[in-house]
């Protein structure tokens, strides 16, 4: 189908599944996992005795795309678009889609997942909202177009033709049940085309129906309708939610279709290009159109400075945009506000990097300090030997207590730190000089939380300009794209901070401390992450080189479009740009090692967590509202076994409700795996499976990357986030 449902469930984990020889592996008696379709053919969990109709979902299951739908839909967008009166540009048309989408989807105001419209309903409510006066009569002939593609673009998967023949042999009745905005007629010329209406008995689809797979709702239908048994009905399917937990939920048996491995491995060059396209032509725009932005809300007599790492392509492009403009680059992260910041190693000091570092014990005062080759690192590890520490060792009660008693380790950080601080310093006051008027610091994002420490030592600096902000804007603290202004959009950006960060930054590592000649001293990379970081740049420089060009002649495009672009080509990105990056893991402070990956981030299976995906606009606000966490607490009363997710400042907000009910954490951070956090064991995500009663993730704002996790998990699933 062309539009993925959000599914609610996951695939439960007592499954069996069969080996490519046909073989039968564990154990389970109502879902089987295959490759290929040809697994089937000598199966007698289709072909037996008992079962009498066999059903199979369509797209991706008994047929697949020669090209993805995104370009058949590309190319009847730009036929129609010729005889319009007013062309849209194809940024327009997908914006627009996605409005007509969640229009014609709502039922009483309300969008409604558990059903589908048509091609055509959708398409007239689209250009209908662009101004279209014949609509109705545009939508038919792009619906036209787009049919005519989809047919010549199908082609039946592997074994599907001979698993249709055998099971007609069988004497089973073949049906096929999908969702689907293509209606009866359409698929009528799809089954005619690939030689197969002969042998399909019925076709059950959403759209038609108004009842869909992934709420479970058609396979009740199509059990009512066809009056048997569940236990005479056999579906296969790609889907995890629909075709799998929503057919079981119903009594039938259900095949899960997932390919072990993709149809082919990407060469090296095919990589490239799609990394190169990638950034060429959906984070070019992003930069390009951020940089305007900052253009048009900067004075003149300001000084831009964009903060490493992540301003570093968003500089090179407004210097590349605007050459007579005043803007700088500095080395500045976290690391030198918190020297600006601290200055004793006390319980406000260990408190603090306990909020924010907890992951990295004792080491955490050294990384997030600067502290890195210092007499201080020499004499923590010294500590840690008398005291038979690690320096990975938590920072407990116990050993908070050590560290505030002794006066010669308190010394030693006092000493350093001066020395690092006294080194960042003489670096800052290059950048801003006392003959500086006024500064403007520019980052990718997320809250300017650096900017007040930085203000209170150098007053030129006035104000910061990111681009996307996740606090309200205040004075002084702006964002290109914002909670007040779009909401939704913000929260989206959110979602996938990590990859923009990563997209924009310079090529080199961590910043861990500004050295004696005032020179920046680097964490190590990776070398995959080098590689495909610099294709990927590669593309965004030739696409700023071109969008100057556009800028000239006054084509360029706004921010919202921009982003909303970069968003959806995030979502249905190519299988080279994914296997490019699928290495990639995402960063986690000065060295930390994640869990996970980029692909992990964008990748979609089709099934996907208990509680949905889309990150709420609560978990953007700053305030809680603590009637809602009360009824969270309530709710978790009688849990009897409750296993939190994540460990950072979620997990420490509500961990004094819960501490009494929690079994164990689980957190990406493999630095964590195998220690106590209050006495409670952290685990790695392999351990979700064993939850058997509640999960509650504490990590706020990022259910995209949590949810290929909670995929397949047996508890019950909370965001906390929801209770915000």
């Known amino acids: 189908m062309g539009r993925n449902i959000i599914d609610t469930c996951a695939i439960p984990t007592d499954c069996r599944s069969l080996s490519k020889e046909g073989g039968k592996v564990g154990a389970g008696e109502n879902f089987v996992q295959i490759q290929t379709l040809q697994q089937l053919h000598h199966d007698d969990v289709v072909f037996n005795t008992k079962t009498k109709i066999l ?119 073949i049906i096929l049940l999908s969702d689907t905005y293509y209606d009866d007629n359409a698929f009528a010329g799809f089954l005619s085309h690939l030689g197969i209406s002969a042998l399909i008995d019925a076709i059950y689809l959403s759209c038609e129906l108004g009842l869909n797979k992934a709420s479970g709702r058609l396979f009740h239908h199509v059990l009512r309708k066809e009056q048997i048994p569940a236990s005479a009905f056999v579906h296969i399917g790609d889907n995890p939610n629909a075709d799998i937990r929503q057919a079981q939920k119903n009594q039938i048996t259900a095949i899960h279709l997932s390919p072990d491995q993709p149809d082919r491995q990407y060469s090296r060059d095919e990589q490239k290009q799609a990394l190169i396209e990638f950034g060429r032509s959906n984070v070019a725009p992003l930069i390009a159109a951020f940089c305007r932005w900052l253009h048009a ?122 020395v690092r601080r006294s080194q960042s310093i003489r670096y800052l006051e290059n950048i801003f000089s006392p003959d500086t008027l006024e500064c403007c610091l520019v980052d990718v994002g997320w809250r300017g939380s650096i ?64 050295d004696g000649d005032c020179l920046p001293v680097f964490q190590p990379q990776e070398n995959v992450s080098q590689w495909a970081k610099t294709t990927v740049q590669q593309g965004i420089r030739e696409g700023i080189v071109g969008l100057k060009t556009e800028a000239e002649s006054g084509r360029e495009q706004t921010l919202s479009v921009t982003v909303e672009q970069w968003l959806s080509a995030l979502k249905g ?60 607490v309530d709710r978790l009363t009688d849990c009897r076994q409750l296993v939190l997710y994540g460990a950072g400042s979620g997990f420490n907000f509500i961990l004094p409700f819960v501490k009494d009910r929690v079994a164990w954490i689980v957190d990406i951070n493999r630095q964590l795996h195998g220690k106590y956090i209050d006495g409670i064991l952290v685990k790695g995500t392999d351990s979700l499976e064993q939850a058997t009663d509640t999960i509650l993730v504490t990590v706020i704002g990022r259910k995209n990357q949590v949810a290929p996790f909670l995929v397949g998990v047996r508890a019950d699933v909370l965001f906390l986030e929801d209770f915000l």
């Open 573 to 632: 990105c190519s299988p080279a740009f994914y296997a490019a990056i699928q290495s990639v893991d995402t960063e986690m402070g000065i060295d930390g090692k994640s869990q996970v990956s980029f692909a992990d981030l964008l990748r979609n299976h089709g099934g996907s967590p208990k509680g949905g995906l889309v990150a709420s606009q609560k978990a953007m606000e700053k305030q809680a509202l603590i009637g809602q966490v009360l009824d969270l």
């Open 451 to 514: 900017f007040q420490s930085l203000a209170q030592q150098f007053p030129c600096i006035r104000s910061v300009r990111l681009l996307c902000l996740t606090e309200e804007p205040q004075r002084g603290l702006q964002g290109a794209v914002n909670t007040l202004d779009n909401p939704s959009l913000t929260q989206a950006m959110s979602e996938y901070r990590d990859i923009l960060e990563w997209l924009m930054s310079e090529q080199v590592g961590a910043i861990k401390y500004i």
């Open 55 to 173: 059903s199979l979902d369509f797209f991706d299951t008994l047929v697949k795309r020669k090209r993805a739908e995104s370009w058949i839909i590309r190319e009847a967008f730009f036929t129609v678009n010729q005889q319009l009166s007013n062309p849209l540009t194809w940024e327009q048309f997908w914006l627009l889609r996605e409005q007509a989408y969640a229009e014609t989807g709502r039922t009483n105001g309300r969008f409604d997942a558990a059903q589908e419209v048509t091609l055509h309903t959708w398409y007239s409510a689209l250009f209908r909202i662009a101004g279209c006066q014949s609509h109705d009569a545009v939508a038919a002939r792009f619906c036209t177009l787009l049919e005519n593609a989809e047919r010549e673009n199908l082609e039946l998967n592997d074994g599907a033709r001979k698993l249709l023949l055998k099971a007609r042999e069988a004497g089973h009745r």
């Open 297 to 418: 809300n900067t004075p003149a007599n300001v000084k831009l400075v964009f903060l490493a790492r992540d301003g570093f392509l968003a500089y090179s492009a407004y210097q590349s945009l605007y050459p007579q403009a005043n803007a700088s680059y500095a080395y500045i992260n976290r690391v030198v506000s918190n020297q600006l910041s601290v200055c004793a190693l006390d319980k406000n000091t260990i408190s603090f990097v306990l909020r924010r570092y907890r992951a990295d014990g004792l080491s955490a005062l050294v990384k997030a300090f600067g502290l890195f080759d210092s007499p201080f690192s020499a004499a923590l590890t010294a500590f840690c030997e008398k005291n038979g520490f690690s320096m990975e060792h938590l920072l407990d009660e116990a050993c908070s207590e050590k560290i505030c008693g002794d006066g010669e380790l308190k010394s030693t950080f006092a000493s350093s730190l001066e």
